[in-house]
């Protein structure tokens, strides 16, 4: 059997949106025990007033489409104006539909679910060991 290494977390904190019940405990757990510290979120609101409080928040992990009138962009949006420095991967099961790619910001990282955990762990880390992004609308 091969045993993978997976690129550890070093306590940084990861916003988890996504309104499926069943995959963000799962996205929580998995990303927790790679060694990142979780808050979660079942929509954009609610991820929103977590963004507005003073807590330390280095990567925003959100579900691309949500029901209840905010999707992931829209939320990013949002977050970047709260907070410009937010570094975000959007996760979504359809990602290989070309038309629901178009308006995608392509300075976003995305991953297919369902996703692996070798596959998430690195790009996490990839994503909070780059530079800063820079906020498309300043």
């Known amino acids: 059997m ?3 290494k997976l690129p550890p977390g070093r306590g940084e904190t990861i916003l988890i ?10 996205a929580v757990s998995l990303v927790e025990s790679l060694g990142y510290r979780v808050l979660s979120a079942s929509n954009g609101r609610d991820a929103l007033e977590i963004l ?3 807590t330390r928040i280095d990567l925003l992990f959100t579900d691309l489409f949500m029901p209840g009138g905010m999707h ?12 410009p420095e ?13 038309v629901l790619r178009r308006g995608l910001d392509p300075g976003i990282e995305k991953v297919s679910k ?4 070798d596959e998430l762990a690195a790009k996490l880390r990839e ?3 780059s530079h800063t992004p820079v906020a498309d609308d300043q």
Do not use: C, H
């Open 2 to 4: 091969k045993v993978m």
């Open 17 to 26: 949106v996504d309104d499926d019940d069943l995959v963000r405990p799962s």
């Open 52 to 54: 507005r409080q003073d």
């Open 72 to 83: 992931g962009p829209q939320l990013v949006a949002e977050a970047r104006r709260l907070r």
């Open 86 to 98: 937010l570094k975000v991967l959007f996760a979504s099961g359809y990602l290989n539909y070309s």
């Open 114 to 117: 369902p996703y692996w955990p």
């Open 127 to 129: 994503i909070l060991d």
